[in-house]
């Protein structure tokens, strides 16, 4: 039988509960535990597809195709685990079900109601998780915050569900902020007093309490957390801010943290943490550091391409190097040059992204680091605009351009796939998730992934057109990863460089901190080598 975890926030937002969740996953998992997630977003939207990453940030996918929250990403790095659609539940998905249900007559004449048929149909969901993955123990993550009208549903639905699990089964874990009041220099509890008190309002009382804290958290504000909100003093966790995320697990478990969770779920088990500790040593003492660029359009939000970022660091975790990630708005280069905004760079990564908005500084850039030698790494569109600047440059097509930007071009290097033709619908229609790829023999590509065939994680409209690849190839941009029946172009490279490389796909997705994807591997490798200018 499954034992489920509940993580609540309170105080704010953005406090880190997805990270938490993700370090207990790891601290479960390395006690020899099967380990499930599941994030709930108390939005409207059915999912994170349509959702704006300058909002949300990324919208993570999964391998079956699922358009998620950000979080799935930080649960699949720390847990290295492969989710489903299954484990991002949103208020629109529950209440697109309950009303077709209604439609269907399904309630035979009930009049359908918030309690029960809403929270039976999220009940039904978080149930699904733990069944589909057969997991010893399921975190369910619920978004927001205590006290936001979204979120009650799912809290009222999770109270049900710990009575019905029985004593043993289920824990509730609060994440909240110790505020650090500036003049007077203290770190106060009341905010989370109170937002326990709110949890408790709705008939849940937290079993342990992760306190989001600058300083650490003194022997009295412990003591007075734990009597005002009636946690055991052992069971007040700090979470203080550490140089790496990966560094988390090993202080929660420094407290304590795994242990209790295990004791109090009767599932305890010595953990193993070798291999985490392997990487965090890695990250520790780096050989080198070095700072590659990100040239892409949402750049002001960091969580925008938080996968690509996590990605490149799992390839310095590799090489034994420090990779800070300089991010670099396309747009600035399409002013001011990519020479001046890219100097000092040892790489450029230019990632995915929709619309015409930035996107001739990100050829620039790439026009750069081709003529340079500068070790470049392009994802989904990033591999687009290479393309287009393949084609202008080299080919000399001046008019080169993707069908998404322009549609009076001559050359559409890049075009709609004849089953996106007259797709309207935004949500859930784009090529998405996973597809297996193969590898040519002879390319960088092959020796990278060592390996003829590959699957990897897609999210795009737009394809290389087959109707230029030929005469792109003849002028040397090599085809080195296809669609199994070779119809689909899904990586580009070119030879005579030392490193440049373009996915169709989104490789950043599977990377892990303790396997990082070959591609950031060895582009991080080739990085590395690299003596930029300065
Ligand atoms: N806008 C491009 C397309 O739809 C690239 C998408 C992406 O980078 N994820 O094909």
């Known amino acids: 039988m499954t034992k489920f975890i509940f993580v609540t926030g309170g105080v704010v937002s953005s406090v880190g509960k997805g990270i938490t969740t993700a370090c207990l996953g790891r601290l479960l998992k390395d006690r020899g535990l099967k380990v499930t997630t599941q994030k709930i977003d108390p939005y409207l939207n059915v999912d994170a597809g349509t959702m704006s990453p300058f909002q949300h940030g990324e919208v993570f996918v999964t391998d079956d195709g699922a358009e998620t929250d950000l979080d799935l990403g930080h649960y699949e790095r720390f847990v290295d685990l492969s989710l489903s659609q299954l484990s991002n539940v949103t208020t629109g998905q529950v209440y697109g079900t309950v009303i077709r249900k209604e439609r269907a007559g399904e309630y035979l004449g009930q009049t359908v109601q918030v309690i029960p048929h809403l929270t039976d149909e999220i009940k039904l969901r978080i149930s699904a998780i733990a069944e589909h993955d057969q997991a010893d123990i399921a975190i369910i993550e619920i978004g927001g915050t205590v006290g936001d009208i979204e979120g009650q549903p799912f809290l009222e639905a999770v109270r049900q569900m710990r009575r019905e699990l029985g004593p043993g089964n289920s824990l509730f874990i609060h994440v909240t902020l110790i505020p650090y009041v500036g003049p007077s220099g203290e770190s106060k509890t009341k905010p989370t007093q109170h937002s326990v008190r709110e949890l408790r309002n709705i008939g849940i009382q937290p079993d342990v309490l992760l306190c989001r804290s600058r300083r650490p958290l003194s022997k009295e504000m412990r003591e007075k957390l734990s009597l005002f909100c009636d946690v055991a003093p052992e069971a007040v966790i700090e979470g203080l801010d550490t140089d790496s995320i990966y560094e988390l697990p090993l202080t929660f478990e420094d407290q304590g943290f795994g242990d209790l969770v295990a004791d109090r779920l009767g599932v305890n088990g010595k953990p193993d943490h070798t291999e985490w500790k392997k990487v965090v040593q890695r990250i520790r003492k780096p050989k080198q550091k070095i700072t590659v660029a990100m040239v892409g359009k949402y750049m002001a939000l960091k969580d925008a391409y938080i996968s690509v970022t996590e990605a490149i660091c799992h390839g310095g975790i590799a090489n ?38 930035g996107v001739e500084g990100k050829i620039q850039a790439i026009q750069h680091a081709r003529e340079n030698g500068l070790p470049f790494l392009g994802l989904c569109l990033g591999m687009q605009c290479a393309v287009i600047e393949f084609a202008r440059h080299v080919c000399g097509w001046k008019d080169a351009n993707s069908a998404e930007f322009r549609s009076d071009t001559e050359h559409p290097v890049l075009d709609l796939l004849p089953e996106q033709e007259g797709v309207t619908d935004k949500g859930a229609t784009q090529r998405l998730g996973a597809y297996p790829m193969r590898i040519m023999p002879g390319t960088n590509a092959r020796k990278i992934y060592g390996s003829a065939r590959a699957s990897e994680r897609h999210r795009h409209r737009y394809e290389v057109n087959n109707t230029f690849r030929s005469e792109l190839e003849d002028r040397g941009l090599v085809t080195a990863g296809v669609s199994p029946d070779g119809s689909l172009v899904e990586l580009i490279e070119l030879p005579d460089h030392p490193f440049f490389l373009g996915s169709q796909f989104h490789p950043e997705f599977k990377s892990r901190p303790n396997r990082a994807h070959p591609l950031f591997r060895e582009f991080v490798k080739a990085a590395a080598k690299y003596a930029p200018a300065q």
């Open 320 to 357: 034994s190097a420090q990779v800070d990630v300089k991010r670099v708005d396309s747009e600035e280069i399409e002013k001011h040059g990519a020479a001046k905004l890219l100097k000092g760079m040892s790489g450029i990564v230019v990632p995915g992204g929709y619309g015409d908005r």
